[in-house]
C-alpha cells in the first residue's frame, strides 16, 4: 500500500461520491467487507474469477511499470493481482469498509496500492489522460448510471490506452445461472446481490463505449465452472462477458 498506516484517513476525498450510486448496493458490500479475502466465503466465486480476469488484462495491455486505475475494486482481490504483476495501482470504491479491508490486506501481503474512497466520476476532473489501463470489473450492472462511470474512465486514460469491463448480460441464461442457479440454488453468492433489470446487453455497452469516444476492441465470455471452481476465458458471452476498449491516440 502506498500510504503509511497512520495515514489511511487522507485517501479519502472530502466529497468522496458522486450520485451514481445506490445506497442500499454499498451497504450490502460493506457487511460483507470481513469475508471477501476468504476463498470459501461469500465472495467465492469472484476469487474464482480473478485469474481469469487478470490473464485477460494482460494479455492486452502491459501491466508491469504502467498506471493503472481499478475502479470499483472492492477489497482489492484484482487491485492486488496488477500491483504484483508490477502496475502502479490506484484504486478506488464508495464502500468504505471494504476499502478499510483492502488497506489491512495489502499491509499483511506488503502489496502496494493506492486505495481511495472516490466516485470516478470525481477523480476524473483530478486526473484526466492520466492512467495507461483501467479495469471496472463487475461493477455496472451496480449503478444507476454506467455511461457516466464509462465517460469518466474514459476521460482519465491516456490516449492509447485500454479500458477494461466484466459485466453480466441480460439474457435468460444469466437468470437462469447467475441470480436463480448462484444466489438461490447453488448460494455461491448472497440473495439480492444481482438484479435482473440492471444486466448490461453488449449492445449497450458498445454504444456506451462509442459515446465515451473508445472504440471496442474485444468481447470475449467469460466462463465460471463451479464444479471446479475456476473460470476462463471463452466465445461463450450470453451470462458473464469481459470487453475491451481502446482510447484513439
Known amino acids: 500500500m502506498t500510504q503509511e498506516p497512520g495515514m489511511q484517513d487522507a485517501a479519502r476525498d472530502d466529497n468522496p461520491s458522486s450520485d451514481n450510486f445506490r445506497q442500499a448496493e454499498l451497504d450490502r458490500f460493506n457487511e ?3 469475508r471477501w479475502w476468504d476463498p470459501e ?3 467465492k466465486a469472484l476469487h474464482a474469477l480473478n485469474p481469469a480476469r487478470l490473464a485477460y488484462v494482460a494479455e492486452r495491455a502491459p501491466l508491469p511499470g504502467t498506471r493503472v486505475l481499478d475502479v470499483g475494486c472492492g477489497a482489492g482481490l484484482l487491485s492486488e493481482a496488477m500491483a504484483a504483476a508490477g502496475a502502479d495501482v490506484v484504486a478506488i ?3 468504505p469498509d471494504l476499502l478499510k479491508v483492502a488497506r489491512l490486506h ?3 501481503t506488503n502489496v502496494r496500492v493506492d486505495y481511495r474512497e472516490v466516485a470516478a466520476e470525481t477523480l476524473a476532473a483530478d486526473m484526466p489522460a492520466a492512467f495507461d489501463t483501467i479495469t471496472c470489473m463487475e461493477m455496472l450492472e451496480h449503478v444507476p448510471d454506467p455511461g457516466a462511470v464509462l465517460s469518466a474512465c474514459a476521460a482519465m486514460l491516456k490516449p492509447g490506452g485500454r479500458l477494461f469491463v466484466s459485466t453480466l448480460n441480460r439474457t435468460p441464461a444469466a437468470f437462469a445461472l447467475a441470480i436463480v442457479g448462484a444466489e438461490y440454488v447453488a448460494r455461491i453468492l448472497p440473495k439480492g446481490t444481482h438484479q435482473y433489470r440492471d444486466f448490461i ?3 449497450e455497452l458498445s454504444a456506451w463505449l462509442r459515446a465515451a469516444g473508445l472504440e471496442l476492441e474485444d468481447v470475449s465470455g467469460l466462463l465460471y465452472e463451479p464444479w471446479r471452481n475456476a ?3 471463452g466465445r461463450r458471452t450470453d451470462v458473464n462477458y469481459l470487453a475491451c476498449a481502446r482510447k484513439p491516440g
Open 32 to 34: 460483507l467487507a470481513h
Open 41 to 43: 466465503g461469500p465472495q
Open 93 to 95: 470504491d464508495l464502500a
Open 106 to 108: 495489502g499491509l499483511e
Open 201 to 203: 446487453k453488449p449492445s
Open 231 to 233: 473460470a476462463r476465458i
